[in-house]
């Protein structure tokens, strides 16, 4: 198997066109992995050089699938517009100076043309986070309002089979070109990524790519700014997790939860990470909720910590399926029992992002 060091040796026998240097001495090669038979990195450039350097990231992809046992190999090319510069990092704290620790960075870039920045977030896995984003996202839509739906989940990037979209989103006008499904403006971390590609995209190149999937997507234009953006993260409540959320602009967090009390430890640790930089949680969603699972365990758990319940949604075999299909129910049947309880959520969020 190829190491870290065969890796950059290869990478630096490709030139720079512009410097004329090996791509790592010209520092273009970033945030890289390589683990056993795969590799990849961000290929950075100046928004106006991309271009240019679209058959710099391919003659790299092809150097890294040419070493031997190399099977599995991704080069993002993300460019960095002068029109939208890259986040200020907060500095060092005097006292993490000391202990010699950098703190992480916090985002101060806003992505344009965006009013409302969401996160549907769950402390667990599998809880139907991503089903409540999609479905979220179409009932503020249903409000009337122009909704975008960007799906982080580095994880396992759902939201193109729960809206029935694919295929590389275009580049065009110094921006990525979000799909349009259902009235929704959608960009997914999957249609960057080759299925199997979850791994390496967990590191610094997942952080990478979704600031430029939030910063660079054409969201909306300055006499159609987009309402609400709502943001699909990844489950959990760790290192990833807490990165994206930092370098984020968010204004506020969902949070979803079954209600069980596994789920609901994970969601109390997930409040616990937007405290702890200071997003506010906007509110509790039980999913799954009736006597499979039970009920009223969310709507507890909220009160203990002084976070609106905003309701509950059933264990409902149509909402699966409607997942499954690429018709989200709230679309699929907008006079049903779940879209209206969909739209009461949305009533309450949408007031909250007003407000936040
Ligand atoms: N209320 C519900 N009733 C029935 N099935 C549901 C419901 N909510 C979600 N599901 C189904 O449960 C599965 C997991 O849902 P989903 O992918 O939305 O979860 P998730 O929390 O985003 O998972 P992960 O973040 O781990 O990818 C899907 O098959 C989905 O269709």
């Given at each position: 198997m190829p190491d870290r060091s065969d890796v950059l040796a290869a990478l630096d026998a490709l030139r720079d066109p512009k410097t004329g240097r090996g791509l790592v001495e010209a520092g273009l090669v970033q945030g890289l992995v390589v683990a056993e038979d795969r590799a990849g990195f961000v290929l950075e450039v100046a928004a106006a050089d991309a271009a240019a350097y679209a058959p710099v990231r391919d003659a790299a992809e092809a150097?890294?699938?040419?070493?031997?046992?190399?099977t599995r190999v991704s080069v993002v090319l993300t460019t960095e517009s002068p029109a939208s510069p890259r986040p200020r990092t907060a500095g060092l704290s005097p006292e993490a100076q000391r202990q010699g620790r950098p703190q992480a960075p916090r985002a101060t870039e806003r992505?344009?043309?965006?009013?409302?920045?969401?996160?549907?977030?769950?402390g667990k896995g599998g809880v139907g986070k991503s089903t409540v984003a999609v479905n979220l996202a179409l009932a503020l839509k249903a409000r009337g309002l122009s909704v975008g739906l960007l799906d982080a989940d580095v994880h396992g990037p759902s939201i193109p089979t729960m809206l029935g979209i694919g295929g590389q989103p275009e580049y065009r006008d110094d921006a990525l070109q979000p799909k349009i499904a259902h009235g929704l403006k959608a960009m997914s971390v999957g249609l960057l990524m080759k299925a199997d590609d979850a791994m390496i995209w967990r590191g610094p190149m997942a952080s990478q790519a979704?600031?430029?999937?939030?910063?660079?997507?054409?969201?909306?234009?300055?006499?159609?700014?987009?309402?609400?953006?709502v943001v699909d993260l990844p489950p959990g409540t760790g290192d990833v997790q807490l990165t994206l959320i930092q370098k984020t602009p968010l204004d506020g967090a969902v949070i979803v939860s079954t209600p069980q009390e596994v789920a609901l430890a994970d969601a109390r640790?997930?409040?616990?990470?937007?405290?702890?930089?200071?997003?506010?949680?906007?509110?509790?969603?039980?999913?799954?909720?009736?006597?499979?699972?039970?009920?009223?365990?969310?709507?507890?758990?909220a009160e203990r910590l002084g976070a609106p319940f905003l309701g509950a949604l059933p264990l409902d075999a149509a909402i699966r399926r409607g997942g499954d299909d690429g018709r989200p129910v709230v679309a699929a049947d907008p006079g049903g029992d779940v879209a209206k309880a969909f739209a009461a959520i949305a009533e309450q969020v949408a007031g909250a992002l007003e407000r936040a």
């Open positions: 150097a890294l699938r040419a070493l031997p046992g190399m992505p344009a043309h965006v009013r409302r920045v969401l996160a549907v977030a769950s979704l600031t430029q999937m939030l910063t660079q997507t054409a969201w909306g234009t300055e006499d159609q700014p987009l309402d609400v953006l640790r997930a409040h616990t990470l937007f405290q702890r930089v200071e997003v506010p949680t906007l509110g509790l969603i039980e999913n799954m909720s009736g006597p499979v699972f039970g009920e009223g365990g969310t709507a507890r758990e």
